[in-house]
């Protein structure tokens, strides 16, 4: 009940009224770290590069990428950061990162899914966490970002089967025993949602499974199913993990471990009863699908009753496992969407996780396809989904793990779009703090240009442009990290300074 009175609560609040961030606001005015990071992020595929080098094998990304999948795009040299990270941390510490957010290649360290552990993997992930613990920038790990290990797809159907269960809390064994001494934020799955969504309902993500009508060019998977079940699995995983530190390793390490999901701030389209009721479905199907298991043990009820014998049970041992599994969740947001409700996909003889939700998402001012094209800037959005997170579901400990602008590949260093922004969602997350968010650190998406998940090269969200036709990868700053370090080192953003800082930076830009 409480979920629906707050968005009838919310129903009543004029958006376009909602102040956000002031008009300026400085590094000083968040708690100061330890307690509160700013950083940035990537994941292990998008940068590292070296995909065949020094003993990594494939994940089901380098197989969705070589499938021709992302505009014949693929990360088999990305960022090179593999080679690179000395060069990169100099620029994070340039900027003035507090924090970076990375991943760990299970390939890489442990190329077969399971058995012997890569050396040559260990020694890159070890040097990559010491150049940045003695740069006093504090390592924030996610453990799976989509590449899990081809072998374990190919033999037993990697998340589809339990087997993964047991597979993956060995491997991050293998992660907290050698890095957790330094290591001290653990994300398990990242966007586990979206994984589930793209890679086993739509097909539009690895390991591609769907079946039609509900996904394209897909030659294998039920999405009428698989969806749940890789889910349920991800869970019961990321449960078997918090045990396994909390129980072998957290007394002695003091770390924290967390999972992290994709988050809209969903608004109903109307100022209608069923669009509420919509939105708040839309809630419990995209979030409370996992969040409800982490606090309370059990899936939403509106999940049971729309799918029905397709959603897994938790036998009573599991749900005790998995309630209370973290120390934090992570969350990425980008924009909001509208909803308006669609009870006909309830009355489909054949039924998917969309049909299931039975609701129209309409993101406002965004084309189906995204490539290149601007978010539009709705701040109050994230404050609005972090009261959510308070007044629903106790408000737990939440990092920010991936927020950013997508801008054309070889736009404009001079990212206007992107400083306007940070700007606006920055001062939002200090609103939400000051009414009182359990926000524990903010994570610009992404540190560099990266190989996108959705767009390959066709896009980006960095800091800093890379020039992937230069041979030896090139990274540029843009206006956005001149802005961020300017925020940063505690000097005051403001709105109304905008003109000057543009001149400021711009002429700072040309310069270097």
Request: aromatic letters at 14%; hydrophobic letters at 35%.
């Amino acid at each position: 009940m409480v979920r629906l009175c707050f968005f009838s609560v919310f129903l009543l609040i004029n958006l376009g009224a909602v102040i956000v961030g002031g008009d300026g606001f400085s590094r000083d005015e968040f708690p100061p770290p330890p307690g509160f990071v700013f950083g940035s992020g990537t994941s292990a595929y998008q940068v590292e590069g070296a995909a065949d080098k020094d003993g990594r094998a494939p994940s089901i990304w380098d197989t969705f990428a070589h499938s021709g999948k992302m505009h014949g795009d693929n990360g088999d040299i990305a960022c090179d950061e593999y080679h690179r990270y000395k060069e990169d941390v100099q620029l994070m510490v340039d900027t003035g990162l507090e924090a970076y957010r990375f991943s760990i290649s299970w390939s890489r360290l442990i190329p077969n899914g399971r058995g012997p552990v890569n050396l040559k993997g260990l020694q890159y992930y070890n040097n990559l966490i010491n150049e940045l613990i003695s740069n006093g920038i504090q390592p924030h790990v996610t453990l799976h970002h989509s590449d899990l290990p081809q072998a374990l797809e190919d033999e037993y159907g990697g998340w589809l089967n339990r087997k993964i269960v047991k597979d993956f809390t060995a491997y991050v064994d293998v992660c907290f025993r050698n890095f957790g001494d330094r290591v001290s934020h653990w994300t398990t799955v990242n966007e586990a949602n979206v994984f589930v969504l793209g890679g086993y309902d739509g097909g539009y993500l690895p390991p591609q499974h769907c079946s039609s009508p509900f996904g394209v060019n897909c030659t294998r998977g039920n999405s009428t199913t698989e969806p749940y079940l890789a889910a349920h699995h991800i869970l019961l995983a990321h449960a078997s993990a918090a045990i396994l530190y909390k129980e072998k390793y957290q007394d002695k390490q003091h770390g924290f471990i967390g999972i992290n999901l994709f988050a809209y701030w969903i608004v109903p389209l109307t100022n209608t009863t069923e669009d509420a009721i919509a939105s708040q479905r839309a809630m419990d199907f995209m979030i409370g699908w996992y969040v409800d298991p982490l606090m309370y043990g059990d899936y939403p009820d509106v999940m049971k009753r729309n799918a029905g014998t397709r959603l897994p049970t938790f036998t009573n041992l599991e749900s005790n496992q998995v309630k209370g599994s973290f120390d934090f969740l992570g969350l990425n947001y980008y924009v909001t969407v509208h909803v308006k409700d669609d009870p006909s996909k309830l009355e489909m003889e054949v039924r998917n996780f969309d049909a299931d939700m039975a609701v129209d998402l309409r993101l406002a001012d965004i084309q189906k396809d995204t490539s290149g094209s601007e978010f539009p800037i709705t701040p109050w959005g994230l404050q609005a989904l972090l009261e959510y997170f308070k007044q629903v579901y106790g408000n737990p400990p939440i990092y920010i793990y991936e927020n950013g602008q997508q801008t054309p590949r070889n736009s404009s260093l001079e990212d206007w779009p992107r400083v306007k922004y940070l700007h606006g969602y920055i001062g939002a997350l200090l609103d939400a703090l000051r009414n009182g968010s359990n926000t524990r650190g903010y994570f610009q998406w992404s540190f560099l240009d990266v190989f996108e998940m959705l767009d390959g090269y066709e896009s980006g969200f960095g800091l800093y442009h890379v020039d992937f036709n230069d041979p030896d990868l090139k990274r540029q700053p843009k206006l956005s990290a001149h802005w961020y370090k300017h925020f940063l080192k505690s000097k005051g953003v403001s709105s109304h300074g905008f003109i000057q800082l543009e001149k400021n930076l711009s002429a700072l830009s040309h310069t270097r």
